[in-house]
């Protein structure tokens, strides 16, 4: 799992969420308009100026069938998660036609999908996330499934979440290191085939903060190749901190850019209750800062919501939902302590 003392993050039971997404989000039209959702959107969910934002805003997303639900007040605090654009994560059972439905739709409304890989053999070593492809050869293919359905749309694919930072914080066993080193570039040679497709591997995130360790692994996993990386994912460390950490990393590998993400940390990480469980819908949370590109550093390429706020990281608590699973209340609470 993601997020402990030792730095992890906590990913999102991502085959849980990727699955319910596969369910309402590939079925999207998109909208010629980018409003999209028809008679099931109300209030219709509109994309973001394109040039402060270009990614696709989902109108099937979980947020958004949860904002046609609502009124008043709760219509209000929701809209502000369902109108801002988040990753769509993608299961290994269906991989081809996810990323060809959420890449079509994105290219219809004149948008980018966001896309999150996360399906690295050994996943999460053996914990709430784990699984993964079944080898090596599972995990080619896959992503070449994933490459083949993006085809020539514009696409932005933040790669395994965690992946790295487990070769370096001894969760991953060392007999399976120098197979995801090999995975990992691959997978950044695959997905960069595709003419407008960029690669962000994933690096970890503030409360980790040793890049000193980090920054070969990242090497080593191809990170020069790629466009960049990216910090925080599904954590909730400050973008402040966030920035910090991926500048000092950075300038260990190439002054490479990266991208934060800031779908829950307008109130920066949970600092109370067990240190082993602060990942799990930590309470008084807030969302962060809106996604953009429009950064005014050369080195942060984006803010993104790459986790979906308002769904579960897990039924880590008495009667709160599985992972990826809508979660009312937290959505509720989140937005309600935005800025």
Not at 235 to 264: H, M, Q, W
């Amino acid at each position: 799992m993601y997020g402990s003392d030792r730095g992890r993050v906590r990913a999102l039971g991502a085959v849980a969420v990727g699955a319910a997404l596969l369910l309402s989000g590939c079925t999207s039209d998109g909208g010629g308009d980018g409003s999209g959702g028809g008679a099931e959107s109300n209030p219709p969910i509109a994309q973001q100026p394109k040039e402060n934002d270009p990614y696709w805003v989902n109108p099937q997303a979980k947020a958004a069938k949860a904002l046609a639900a609502a009124d008043g007040a709760q219509q209000e605090l929701i809209k502000k998660i369902a109108q801002q654009p988040a990753g769509e994560w993608i299961v290994p059972e269906n991989a081809k036609e996810q990323s060809r439905s959420f890449t079509e739709a994105a290219a219809k409304a004149d948008r980018e999908a966001l896309l999150v890989v996360y399906n690295i053999p050994h996943r999460d070593c053996g914990q709430f996330s784990s699984g993964g492809a079944a080898d090596g050869n599972a995990y080619r293919a896959f992503i070449q499934q994933v490459a083949e359905g993006i085809g020539d749309r514009p696409a932005t694919v933040i790669l395994e979440p965690d992946a790295v930072l487990h070769l370096v914080d001894k969760c991953t066993p060392t007999k399976f290191h120098e197979e995801r080193y090999d995975l990992l570039k691959g997978a950044i040679k695959t997905l960069k085939q595709q003419p407008a497709t960029k690669v962000y591997l994933d690096a970890g995130n503030a409360g980790w903060g040793r890049t000193d360790q980090i920054f070969e692994p990242l090497k080593r996993s191809g990170v020069d190749q790629a466009d960049g990386f990216s910090v925080n994912v599904s954590n909730f460390y400050s973008t402040e901190d966030s920035k910090k950490y991926g500048k000092e990393l950075s300038a260990k590998v190439g002054n490479k850019p990266f991208v934060i993400d800031t779908s829950r940390n307008g109130n920066g990480p949970w600092k109370e209750g067990p240190a082993d469980m602060r990942w799990c819908n930590p309470p008084g949370r807030a969302l962060g800062e809106p996604p953009t590109t429009r950064t005014d550093d050369p080195q942060v390429h984006a803010l993104l919501w790459i986790k979906r706020p308002g769904e579960s990281d897990g039924d880590c608590n008495k009667g709160q939902p599985k992972a990826g699973e809508w979660f009312a209340e937290y959505a509720l609470e989140l937005a309600k302590n935005a800025q």
